[in-house]
């Protein structure tokens, strides 16, 4: 042990002297650390893939993507404190194990971090499950430009595993409600770096190409059963669950992915969607006191529809679009059934729809919804619901 009398000028000189170097060696370890994050093909951890005569049949291929660059933390009744996107990476994760015929591509984006405020560090974390196994774990850059999920999809395309007898392909988007316009501050580390539902429309693309389709896409956001967001990704999907109101957590519960191979058989994703929402359902019901509400879209059916109210609710989103940021908001969701204009006779066609009024407030005696989401004005409340019209041009 080194002993410094303050009073010594040559003691004053070793302690300087030893304070730059450790001050060196810490510049030292951080320069390394830096390199590390800055190197495009070392990962945090990488697991190797064992060789392909000794993986299983992939039956089944599940992508999530988990947005957490948000306000997720929450706190439970007993006051613990959690945060949603870590929990919907632990679930996720489950169901990767549970799951002995299924592939599983998990990315997690995350806030943006620095070491000693300085060094930026990997923002984004894939998994890649195989056969109920974990064979690659690795830590990679978002892409921080205008075009979204290129470095995600380029994951996909190295680990997917091409397989023509799969029985089902799903899709999991867990996050925040998604923009129909706009979408400026979606991501908390990066606000001016926009993304909407077209955005997202965009890296589904990416993942399935022109020419197929998901067989089901689960939207666990909130709003999610807009006419413009079903038009907008039904291109890329088969079945679409969603919630058409407030989703708590923004989160379902995915328990229903567990052992795939014993709950969706070839040709059974219809019936496998129902059994999905009506589980979120029953577990948001015995959990919340607000209002539940998830539907499943047969997006072939509900084409016609969507077709029929296009128009009009174009026309009232360029309305919303225009509305001022620093007045006060003048326009809300509602269910459509509450504006006539989206009344009409194919409204349920291809819709299955779980809902539960809320505990308490104005919507308490709310019976049912029709599982489409749209806008209004804030101030046609007062004239009756069901004569509301949308705005004009």
Known sequence: MLAFDMRDPNSRSVRGAVSSLLFRSGCAVALVVLLSSCSADLPVQREAQPAEEGVGTVAYSIVCIIHGDGDYLYHDTSGNEYRADEEALARAKRVALQNPHAEVLIFHQKPKKSILFLFPVRDGEFYYYRNGRLLAHESYWRDHEQAHFIPEVGLYRRFHSENHRELARLFLYCGQEIPEFGGAGYDASYPDRPFTVHDLADGLKGFIGDSARFDLLVLSSCFGGTPYTISALGPFARYIIASPDNLHLSYFDIHSLDRLDLSLGEGEVPAFAKRFAQQSFDRLTRTVQTAVSVAVY?????QGYLDSVKTVYSQ??????????????????????????????????????????????????????????????????????RTSQPVSQ
């Open 298 to 302: 047969d997006v072939d059916r509900v």
């Open 316 to 385: 009232m989103l360029t309305i919303v679009k225009g509305e001022p940021r620093a007045s006060p908001i003048a326009f809300e969701h509602c269910d459509c059934a509450e504006v006539r204009a989206y009344v009409l006779p194919a409204m349920s066609d291809g819709v299955d729809v779980f809902y539960r009024s809320a505990r308490f407030g104005r919507s308490k005696g709310k019976q049912n919804h029709s599982g489409w989401e749209c806008w209004r004005e804030r101030a046609s409340q007062s004239a009756g619901t």
